[in-house]
């Protein structure tokens, strides 16, 4: 039962660089005259790494373990925040978000497969709603110290802080790593990937998760510019992204009843519908506190969301490529990220930023209704 709160805390630190990198490589660009379809060219630089070395990712920790590509991770993590720190421009951005998606391709595909290795299935939906309030709490505070670091001390000592953070779970992974699960020390088997897409309604969930994922990187991405658009500050923005935040956090508080209670599928579909009718309101408000509102909304929809999906593709993984399995999770997810905000990045700068939200929310539809109790592959 330690080694599971062992990687609560890794994933903390993590989640809250991964979270609070995003937002604030965004809001120096913002900062540094990007345009719309810009911000969307940066939100697929995030994406490419991890889209090509997820499942490789993947496989090697089958294979030797999770610690010390953990540990890697993170200091691959602490690095890319120090980038645009001695280098304040443009491609300096850029190159911050490739690195930081290199230290995504360890960091998210190791805790997720982590917090599956370590529990019993009766045991499952609890700790993976657990490993998401972790990830809740880190959200919720990331984009508040980013605005708060900011408009206290500027870009430069917030890109510092969130080195620092980075580089917090080294020393106990270095120390106390060897508590977590080893891999099988077995090359891969040939032919994996058509194994593992062969399991039966893994194409569905590998639907579900490229919507999902969409739509919550779309509106951490394009709420900041909207928000900016219509002149809130740095400290609102952040608060207005930690509202969010923050009903996901409650929402995962009681996700293991409502699963209990829903069932999986019909709960995730539940969140997709929530999701969609939130976003559709967004371009109508721009007040701080009604945008507050609405944002709470679309994380007590999406709240649950991500946690069932990662559930369902580690009980659907063969057994011993789980890791693997995650992989595959991973690589579709950066593919989403890689296409949508490219292309909704060209949407923006057609027709502006009202129909991002909107289209966006029939996305998330769709989800919904593909997540359904019967649906097939």
């Known amino acids: 039962m330690q080694r599971i709160y062992f990687v609560f805390f890794i994933t903390f630190f993590n989640i809250l660089v991964v979270q609070g990198g995003r937002v604030l490589l965004t809001l120096h660009a913002l900062e540094l005259g990007a345009k719309p379809f810009t911000i969307g060219m940066l939100a697929t630089t995030f994406a490419l790494i991890p889209l090509l070395l997820s499942w490789h990712t993947g496989r090697l920790t089958d294979r030797f373990g999770t610690r010390w590509p953990l540990t890697f991770g993170c200091v691959v993590g602490a690095v890319s925040m120090l980038v645009p720190y001695f280098s304040p421009s443009l491609p300096a951005i850029f190159a911050a978000a490739a690195i930081s998606g290199l230290s995504i391709a360890f960091i998210m595909l190791c805790t997720q497969n982590l917090v599956g290795l370590l529990s019993k299935p009766a045991e499952r939906a609890k700790n993976y709603s657990n490993y998401s309030l972790s990830t809740s709490l880190a959200t919720f505070f990331a984009p508040m110290l ?11 000592i917030a890109f510092v802080i969130f080195a620092v953070i980075s580089f917090v779970p080294v020393v106990p992974l270095v120390i106390w790593g060897a508590v977590l699960p080893r891999g099988t020390g077995e090359d891969a088997p040939a032919g994996s990937l058509r194994d593992i897409l062969a399991e039966r309604g893994l194409i569905r969930v590998l639907a579900a998760t490229s919507l999902i994922n969409a739509g919550q990187d779309l509106y951490r991405f394009y709420l900041p510019v909207y928000a900016h658009s219509v002149g809130l500050s740095a400290s609102i923005i952040g608060v207005v992204l930690a509202v969010n935040a923050g009903a996901s956090f409650v929402v995962r508080i009681v996700m293991a009843r409502l699963v209990a209670r829903f069932g999986e599928e019909r709960l995730l579909a539940y969140s997709f519908f929530i999701g969609a009718a939130s976003l559709m309101l967004i371009p109508f408000f721009k007040g701080a506190i009604i945008l507050g509102v609405v944002s709470f909304i679309f994380g007590v929809g999406m709240g649950c969301g991500q946690p069932i999906i990662t559930m369902l593709m580690f009980s659907k993984s063969p057994p011993g490529r789980s890791g693997e399995a995650m992989g595959v999770r991973m690589s579709v997810v950066h593919l989403t990220r890689l296409v949508s905000p490219a292309a909704f990045g060209v949407l923006a700068a057609a027709f502006g930023l ?24």
Do not use: E, Q, T
Request: a positive charge; charged letters at 15%; zero cysteines.
């Open 146 to 156: 980013v605005g708060y670091a900011i408009d206290r001390s500027g870009y430069g």
């Open 354 to 377: 009202f129909p991002i939200f909107w289209v966006n929310a029939l996305m998330l539809w769709g989800g919904g209704a593909i997540s359904l109790p019967g649906k097939r592959r």
